[in-house]
């Protein structure tokens, strides 16, 4: 089945710092991937879809220069946390598309605390 | 906000017993989803229902669509310890174009104790 690789799987860094998590399809190309942010007991709220060779599209309230999003190729999309805050702590997800209405292949996570 | 609700928010059952979480919408939609969570990890999709179905089964799974309510039920039978985990619903509105923009549901915490 298809494999969605998610890394850093735990990562701690101090205010100011930035942070880069990757999201590997292993074993299809995704044109289109998915970032989403999650608190604690609460659901998944999407951030910014990413699409290869373009820029990515975010949703309302999301920073796009605070998240930096790159979709290089069709197995790899980043998403960088750039002058991390202790706000900014919290459960980042990603997920991919392998064709279209199919259903998302979802990374492990990455769980980011900002000290 | 356009994120579904699920009732109830925790749920805590019996092995062997039957768990089932509801799931309200408020868009027009072209399919609903159900994935499941285990702690600290990502979402594993479970099942799809699209909006010209009304059920849909797969192994222990029983879904519901009902689209004039704008509602779906997720069934579980002879729940398991394993089955421990949060369940979301999400749908895929219409007209999303070429990608799955699904919207999640708040989900269910499933506790199946022993």
């Not at chain 1, 279209?100 to 990455?110: A, D, E, I, R």
């Not at chain 2, 309510?69 to 509105?93: N, V």
Request: proline share 3%.
């Amino acid at each position: 089945g298809a494999v969605v690789s998610q890394h850093p799987s735990r990562v701690i860094c101090k205010s100011g710092t930035s942070v880069k998590i990757e999201c590997r399809s292993l074993d299809f190309q995704a044109t289109t991937m998915f970032w989403y942010r999650q608190f604690p007991k609460q659901s998944l709220m999407l951030m910014a879809t990413s699409n290869e060779g373009s820029k990515a599209t975010y949703e309302q309230g999301v920073e796009k220069d605070k998240f930096l999003i790159n979709h290089a190729s069709l197995t790899l999309s980043t998403l960088t946390v750039t002058s991390a805050h202790p706000e900014d702590s919290s459960f980042y997800i990603c997920s991919a598309e392998s064709s279209y209405n199919s259903p998302l292949h979802f990374g492990n996570g990455t769980r980011l605390t900002v000290t | 906000s356009q994120q579904g609700e699920e009732d109830p928010q925790a749920l805590s059952i019996q092995e062997g017993e039957n768990a089932t979480m509801n799931c309200s919408y408020k868009t027009s939609i072209n399919n609903l989803q159900w994935y499941r969570q285990n702690s600290g990890r990502g979402l594993v999709h479970l099942i799809l229902i699209r909006s010209n179905e009304r059920e849909k089964h797969s192994g222990r799974l029983r879904v519901t669509l009902d689209t004039s309510k704008k509602s779906s039920s997720l069934l579980i039978t002879a729940s398991r310890a394993a089955d421990t985990a949060s369940y979301f619903c999400a749908t895929e509105p219409i007209n999303t174009g070429t990608a799955s923009k699904l919207t999640f549901g708040t989900g269910t915490r499933l506790q199946v104790t022993l």
